[in-house]
């Protein structure tokens, strides 16, 4: 079975391709390496994965339909795992031509190449917690409306689903949408707060702590979210649809308090944070908390791993990963 893997090189999409690898599955991954943060990590993921005889990596930026399309001419692709975007909430303020271009225009290509692929079984792709905007209604359900968001991050992650409903409906492609939470775990992204806040209190730096500390967030560990989405590449669809495409919240279902967050990482560290307490960020939201009963109901789902062991393995391997850098 051949797999493709946008965002190989990135956290969800190294993990994925690992645990489909040591199953003995052969995997194509595709990435860009941009440098939304340091390339060396990608790199160094990339590494990990090549050292499998079954992984085949092309450089390549999914926008650039032409560049894609001849990475993949002939491959025997059968099951897509659409992981590259532009990732990161705050950072689409600043830099919104770049979510247009990955988010819309690369999503986009990927549903073309999808539909004139014969040998396609199904297709899942990320989406994110983020559609529900300043939802207050917990935990976040998903048959609530998903039309305000709050960034243009989430909505060009609404899209990308409202794009795939349309592309499903048309060329009956069996598709799969997931709405991540709070995604954590060892070779995970630099621009996250459990990376930050690890570094800064380990140096001594302060952290800045948005909204005060009254956040809550449905943290949900690495291997947890593999398990879950290779359970739906393994099963496909397991209802009978008219339109093949459904969306699935995934997440831990347990939220977390910033502030025992944040003393976790003191403890494990064993110092104390240096805070900077500052108003609600543009683009945030102050809670997220998934109902994972569809997921849990139709795959099994069920996480595992609570945040503190969570954060002891992300611990553990950032000071190892940090050595020998």
Not at 158 to 172: F, I, N, R
Request: include cysteine; hydrophobic fraction near 35%.
């Amino acid at each position: 079975m051949t797999f493709l893997i946008t965002g190989a090189a990135g956290f969800i999409g190294f993990h994925t391709a690992s645990e489909l690898l040591a199953k003995g599955e052969s995997v194509i991954g595709i990435d860009n390496l941009n440098d939304y943060y340091p390339p060396q990590l990608k790199k160094a993921r990339l590494d990990q994965l090549q050292s499998h005889s079954q992984f085949e990596f092309h450089q390549v930026d999914i926008a650039e339909e032409s560049e894609f399309r001849r990475a993949l001419e002939g491959k025997p692709v059968r099951k897509i795992i659409h992981l590259a975007a532009q990732a990161g909430v705050r950072y689409s303020i600043e830099n919104p031509s770049s979510y247009i271009r990955s988010n819309l225009v690369g999503h986009a290509n990927l549903l073309e190449y999808a539909r004139n692929l014969d040998s396609l079984e199904h297709m899942a792709y990320a989406s994110s917690s983020s559609v529900y905007g300043g939802r207050t209604d917990l935990p976040f359900r998903e048959s609530g409306r998903c039309d305000k968001p709050v960034s243009l991050y989430a909505a060009t992650k609404k899209s990308g689903e409202l794009m795939s409903h349309t592309y499903s409906h048309l060329y009956d492609i069996p598709l799969t949408g997931l709405r991540f939470f709070t995604v954590y775990g060892p070779w995970g992204r630099p621009d996250m707060a459990y990376w930050s806040f690890t570094r800064d209190i380990e140096q001594g730096n302060t952290i800045q702590v948005f909204n005060n500390g009254n956040m809550l967030r449905d943290f949900t560990y690495i291997d947890d979210i593999v398990r879950g989405v290779i359970a739906i590449m393994e099963k496909g669809h397991v209802r009978e649809l008219d339109v093949p495409h459904l969306i699935y919240n995934i997440g831990n279902n347990h939220p977390e308090k910033l502030e025992d967050f944040i003393a976790i990482l003191e403890k494990l560290l064993g110092k104390k944070a240096i805070r900077e307490n500052l108003p609600m960020q543009p683009g945030d939201v102050p809670a997220t908390y998934a109902d994972i009963s569809a997921i849990s109901r139709d795959y099994g789902f069920k996480p595992t791993t609570d945040l503190k062991t969570g954060l002891e393995n992300y611990v553990s391997w950032y000071r190892g990963y940090n050595r020998v850098k």
